[in-house]
């Protein structure tokens, strides 16, 4: 499979920055692991079908960093294990499929980063129309006929309330209006 480079770096991209990682390369025989060159002179073996948020092996092999990793060097002193080495049995199948669901776990989350900053676009927009949607200053004219239109029906409940109680009979003279 010849997803190692381009693939394989942008997964990557999201693991820890504990280190600058000048060089990545994948085995010929495994296609769930790689292998990073570390800035400190560290080789961390991936495989991804053991673990995906960190390295299941690091091994120190010199004192500066890291440029280039040919896994398949005899003369190199890392010390792989068999398991590491050698492919298992539907590896490749759940790799791919391990790929595929990274691309929809990261589509999901784009399309719901949209969806979110979306809402907050549509919902600052409301705020601002409801804030530029304040009803105009009312006119000394309307509030003096607002004002006197509550005291009539002041009055006029006032009556009905006084001639509920028998205080008042409708021969009565009216109330004063002002």
Not at 15 to 36: E, H, I, K, Q
Not at 78 to 97: A, F, Y
Not at 140 to 145: M, P, Q, R, S, W
Request: glycine fraction near 4%.
């Amino acid at each position: 499979m010849g997803f190692y480079t381009p693939v394989a770096s942008l997964y990557l991209c999201r693991l820890p920055p504990l280190s600058s990682l000048p060089v990545v390369t994948g085995p010929p025989t495994r296609p769930a692991v790689f292998y990073l060159g570390t800035a400190e002179g560290n080789i961390d073996v991936w495989d991804l079908l053991d673990r995906s948020h960190e390295a299941s092996l690091t091994q120190n092999i010199s004192t500066s960093a890291i440029t280039c990793v040919y896994p398949w060097n005899l003369s190199c002193p890392l010390e792989v294990p068999w398991t590491l080495r050698n492919i298992s049995h539907g590896e490749v199948s759940s790799v791919s499929s391990y790929f595929e669901r990274e691309d929809r776990r990261q589509e999901y989350q784009v399309t719901r980063v949209s969806f979110h900053q979306q809402n907050k676009q549509k919902l600052e927009a409301e705020e601002a129309e409801r804030k530029m949607a304040q009803p105009p200053e009312p006119t000394t004219e309307e509030l003096e006929a607002t004002m006197k239109g509550l005291w009539v029906e002041y009055v006029e409940d006032e009556k009905k309330f006084l001639m509920e109680l028998g205080l008042l009979e409708e021969s009565d003279e009216p109330l004063p209006e002002v």
